[in-house]
């Protein structure tokens, strides 16, 4: 008695469906006979927002407030932002625009033409929110990374390249005593070292 209710069931359990678990589905960009357009996925409701994409700060994302560049950063720049915004530019920007930021960067070696250097005057003057635009939406032949750095990242760029230019535009009249010296002292020549005395004399 006990096998055969044991075979009953086996056989139950083999009859069993599986929909609860496997439900139809269908696959991405997978084709439909159930709607007009013939496709499975549903386009999005017109006006929606996924979650967390709702930019509402136009400054912030775009660089841009009514048509014209951002004249502040949208958030303080701290020694962490440019930490972060040194270690981007590194990644993203030395290729083209060199170290240092005047044009020299490895594609100049390779025959490519010198992108524009920060230190010009044009660009030490433009608008942060025209470098974080530049950055975003590309101008010439340089591309668009606003799909490959977040826009934080791009912001914390823009600070970097603002203390570059500082660097190598600063005035001896901004600089305190302490650092006018240490400039001096980078400047004057080295002194000549001295050969060492033979031991043992002439021969």
């Not at 096998?3 to 469906?17: D, E, Q």
């Amino acid at each position: 008695m006990r096998f055969i209710l044991l075979t009953v069931g086996a056989i139950a359990l083999i009859g069993c469906r599986q929909d609860m678990h496997d439900q139809p589905r269908y696959r991405l960009n997978s084709a439909s006979d159930f709607w007009s357009d013939g496709r499975a996925a549903r386009p999005a409701v017109k006006g929606t927002v996924a979650r967390g994409m709702l930019k509402t700060d136009a400054g912030l994302y775009t660089g841009k407030i009514n048509g014209r560049d951002v004249l502040e950063f949208p958030f303080p720049i701290t020694k962490e932002v440019l930490a972060r915004g040194k270690d981007r530019f590194a990644i993203y920007c030395t290729p083209c625009h060199g170290l240092t930021g005047h044009g020299d960067g490895m594609i100049v070696t390779r025959g490519l033409k010198n992108p524009p250097s920060y230190h010009s005057e044009a660009l030490r003057e433009a608008a942060p929110g025209h470098i974080f635009d530049v950055i975003t939406n590309g101008s010439g032949s340089m591309m668009s990374y606003g799909a490959r750095i977040p826009v934080k990242d791009r912001w914390a760029i823009v600070a970097y390249i603002r203390v570059l230019q500082q660097s190598q535009n600063v005035k001896l009249a901004q600089l305190t005593t302490e650092e006018v010296e240490k400039v001096k002292a980078s400047e004057r020549p080295a002194a000549p070292e001295k050969k060492a005395a033979k031991k043992g004399g002439s021969h």
